[in-house]
């Protein structure tokens, strides 16, 4: 096994048939519609793969395609609920390539934040793909945010990133006209991308090299094959059966998961660990108006709270040259839930009684309630932006788009902060890897990411 990766000990012995409440579907091809742009070149059958990745989002695309470049000769077939590819946290998300700075040294997030960022940038560069380098400024605003900025000054250093430097308010305006503060990191390394059309060209890549991708493939059941005569010797090759929502079939050998906002569902699914559980956390941009863009020219940053994996509100570019403010933090009572009132009682139920939420908002009250009150009131948001640009008004500011963020906590109430894998134990755990949280910065390090989980698929499966 790869000894950095973090595993939670789960048992996955069990097998279970037929649909939940006892519904059997007859075993058919699955029927789903491969993504148009591009059918997959291998001649194999699509009903059967050697390795199956469920979720079509960047992480998993970038590892689909990892896989199927180191092991040309196998069939990787990845399965996504959603008619399209990358629609919900990679289509949803604030587009920043992230240089690594936040996170705590020698930890996975920081090495492969580091690695991913140089990764990207390779990649974008041979692909074609647009991507701006604007740089980025962690501001510290009041005397108190000092100490902090110091001490993520020389976390940033450890973690290798390049080119950082602690500025001081002559040179803040220098980079940031309309900004004010006291002192702040300038990290050049920063920048911004479309990472729905990185995810895309990841998804071009893999067929391009005989990879299947089938779409509309909403993952209902994994089981394994029972063994009965009117099974042939090329079926057992696959013994697991992964059935979707319609009753339709594929089999495989191996699976990887990168489920995103259901990854403990689809862990659960398999009968491995349902810990830690996902819970959604709605993020709302507001936008700058096109007449006040000229004020931010790169990313603005504050110093962040080191109680929480949230980096707070702040100013981001877009490759469409509009400016994203935000996020804020509140709760979703939908894991697809992008608008205030989105409600699924499926998961507001799984939030209050499997995850540890409760004592994370006792834990957290006033910070909660701070973040409700500034999704609801944009005069509340707008006063905190004014403390980096005094110029911006209430009247310059529209509302945007919001993402959902899949964040992993444990029964504690504790914020689950690094990449978790996990795998189990009988049939099926000893045939599958889940990546069970990818938090932020997974965009950015889907590259190395994708490295590291073929590395432990390699191992884990022998392949």
């Known amino acids: 096994m790869v000894p950095a990766l973090r595993y939670l000990s789960g048992a996955c012995s069990r097998a279970r048939g037929g649909f939940p409440g006892g519904f059997s579907a007859a075993r058919r091809p699955a029927q789903g519609r491969p993504w148009p ?51 919900h946290q990679t289509g949803h998300n604030s587009g920043v390539i992230h240089s690594g700075i936040y996170y705590k040294p020698e930890s996975l997030k920081a090495k492969l934040c580091v690695q991913g960022a140089a990764l990207i940038y390779e990649y974008c560069k041979q692909k074609g793909i647009s991507y701006k380098q604007c740089g980025k400024l962690i501001v510290a605003v009041e005397q108190e945010e ?162 929480f994996p949230f980096l707070g509100v702040h100013f981001t570019p877009r490759m469409d040259g509009s400016i994203w403010l935000g996020p804020n933090a509140v709760l979703a009572f939908k894991r697809e839930g992008y608008k205030p009132f989105d409600f699924n009682a499926r998961d507001v139920m799984d939030i209050i009684i499997k995850s540890g939420l409760i004592k994370l908002v006792f ?52 914020l689950v902060e690094d990449f978790v894998f996990d795998g189990g134990v009988g049939d099926i755990g000893n045939r599958i890897l889940h990546v069970r949280n990818a938090p932020s910065p997974a965009a950015t390090s889907s590259l190395a990411i994708s490295g590291m989980i073929a590395d432990e698929v390699q191992q884990r499966f022998k392949l």
């Open 37 to 87: 742009l591009c059918q997959g070149g291998r001649r194999a059958s699509t009903r059967s793969f050697d390795v199956v990745i469920i979720g079509g989002g960047i992480v998993g695309l970038a590892s689909a395609r990892a896989l199927i470049l180191r092991h040309p000769t196998l069939s990787i077939g990845v399965l996504e609920k959603e008619k399209h590819l990358a629609v």
């Open 363 to 414: 834990q957290n009250f006033s910070y909660g309630v701070n973040e409700m009150y500034k999704a609801c009131f944009l005069s509340a948001t707008v006063k905190h932006l004014q403390k980096f640009i005094p110029e911006i008004t209430v009247s310059d500011i529209l509302r945007g788009p919001a993402g959902v963020r899949a964040q992993a906590l444990d029964r504690d109430g504790n």
């Open 146 to 307: 000092i100490p902090r900025l110091q001490a993520l000054y020389e976390r940033g250093l450890q973690n290798g990133v390049q080119g950082l430097r602690l500025i001081q308010q002559e040179d803040i305006k220098k980079k940031e006209p309309y900004c004010r503060g006291l002192m702040a990191i300038d990290c050049p390394y920063t920048g911004i991308v479309d990472y729905r059309q990185v995810a895309l060209s990841f998804a071009q890549d893999f067929q391009e090299a005989g990879g299947f991708v089938l779409t509309n493939f909403e993952v209902k059941d994994i089981e394994m094959a029972k063994e009965i005569p009117s099974r042939s010797k090329d079926e057992m090759k696959y013994p697991i059966i992964i059935r979707n929502t319609k009753g339709e079939e594929v089999q495989c050998q191996y699976v990887v998961t990168c489920a995103g906002l259901y990854s403990d569902r689809i862990s659960e699914l398999s009968g491995c660990n349902p810990d830690p559980q996902i819970v959604p956390f709605r993020g709302d941009y507001l936008l700058l108006k096109p007449e006040k863009c000229y004020l931010v020219k790169g990313n603005i940053y504050p110093v962040p709270d080191s109680r």
